[in-house]
Nanobody, 116 residues
Framework: QVQLVESGGGSVQAGESLRLSCLASGTAFAIGPMAWYRQAPGKERELVAAINRSGSTNYRDSVKGRFIISRDNAKNTVYLDMNSLEPEDTAVYYC??????????WGKGTLVTVSS
């Protein structure tokens, strides 16, 4: 059973930056693809960025050029560096990973609030 612990959320002004971290623990197997999703009030959860073990990434269009996803395979940790934050980025951000056997896991979420 993989446990995910997210950290780094908070309240910032527009234009500022935040770094989210997500540590995956509880498994002796390699963690597969890792991703960040977000869910704003009244909206569906959406993919923000994803990264596979080799470091290939993909981003939703609205964050391209502002957000960077990275991972440390030795630490089973994925990061999301969020720059030039906008009020539209306000949401609960969730970590999502694939473990052994194709099982997937979600973190509990961390709130990011961006004020104008």
């Amino acid at each position: 059973q993989v446990q995910l612990v997210e950290s780094g959320g908070g309240s910032v002004q527009a234009g500022e930056s935040l770094r989210l971290s997500c540590l995956a623990s509880g498994t002796a197997f390699a963690i597969g693809p890792m991703a960040w999703y977000r869910q704003a009030p009244g909206k569906e959860r959406e993919l923000v960025a994803a990264i596979n073990r080799s470091g290939s990434t993909n981003y939703r269009d609205s964050v391209k050029g502002r957000f960077i996803i990275s991972r440390d395979n030795a630490k089973n940790t994925v990061y999301l560096d969020m720059n030039s934050l906008e009020p539209e980025d306000t949401a609960v951000y969730y970590c999502h990973v694939f473990g052994a056997g194709g099982m997937d896991y979600w973190g509990k979420g961390t709130l990011v609030t961006v004020s104008s």
